[in-house]
């Protein structure tokens, strides 16, 4: 496998290059800033909707964590990436796009229920 040294201060353009479709989707972001992660920088970001509630982890290796939870049914879509570059990151927002949009969960994606939160 090649070593990857992904540029994670570009989750934030990228994101930001699909605003309009986020600001549609009622999609609010938060990135936060690179952590050193125990020498494994990662960079952390959640996004929310009435909707929808997300996460997406990127490691500097490329790895990276796509998990988003349908509020209303607690239907929940998970998928594990290796990105090589903005390319391949383009691919995972597309992929989250039509997942928000229209329901498509992205190809080897993990679909499953969502516990819910104890009301006791």
């Avoid at 050193?36 to 790895?63: D, Q, R």
Wanted: glycine letters at 6%.
């Amino acid at each position: 496998m090649p070593i990857v040294n992904f540029p994670l201060d570009e989750l934030r353009p990228a994101v930001t290059a699909r605003a309009e479709t986020w600001e549609r989707l009622g999609l609010e972001w938060e990135i936060r800033p690179v952590a050193p992660n125990h020498g494994k920088p990662v960079v952390v970001s959640g996004f929310e909707s009435a909707a929808w509630l997300g996460s997406l982890l990127i490691w500097i290796s490329g790895e990276a964590e796509l998990d988003a939870v349908r509020v209303a049914d607690n239907h929940a879509v998970s998928k594990h990436y290796d990105l090589t570059g903005l390319d391949d990151l383009e691919v995972l927002l597309g992929e989250l796009d039509a997942l928000l949009t229209d329901g498509r969960a992205p190809d080897a994606a993990v679909i499953h229920q969502h516990p819910s939160p104890s009301t006791s």
